[in-house]
Nanobody
Framework: QVQLVESGGGLVQAGGSLRLSCVASGSISSIHAMGWYRQAPGKQRELVATIFNGGRTNYADSVKGRFTVSRDNARNTVYLQMSSLKPEDTAVYYC?????????WGQGTQVTVSS
């Protein structure tokens, strides 16, 4: 099993920046990818960014050029650096860990971008 704890959400003005962190514990060696989803009220969950073992990354078109996902293996932590934030980025952001046959999720952290 893997436990994930997110932090770093909050309220920010449009154009501002935030960095989310997600610390993983448990069966770390079984993780092959980590990343972030988000879900806004009344909307479907959206995959925001993924980072695979080896460093390859994927991003949703809506955040390309503004968000950067990174991973510190020594700290078992994945980050999401968010810049040029827009009101439409407002959502609960969830960290995930993909272990091929199972996925684990954090509790979520609220990001609110005011116009």
């Amino acid at each position: 099993q893997v436990q994930l704890v997110e932090s770093g959400g909050g309220l920010v003005q449009a154009g501002g920046s935030l960095r989310l962190s997600c610390v993983a514990s448990g069966s770390i060696s079984s993780i092959h990818a980590m990343g972030w989803y988000r879900q806004a009220p009344g909307k479907q969950r959206e995959l925001v960014a993924t980072i695979f073992n080896g460093g390859r990354t994927n991003y949703a078109d809506s955040v390309k050029g503004r968000f950067t996902v990174s991973r510190d293996n020594a700290r078992n932590t994945v980050y999401l650096q968010m810049s040029s934030l827009k009101p439409e980025d407002t959502a609960v952001y969830y960290c995930f860990a993909d272990l091929y046959l199972d996925d684990y999720w954090g509790q979520g952290t609220q990001v609110t971008v005011s116009s």
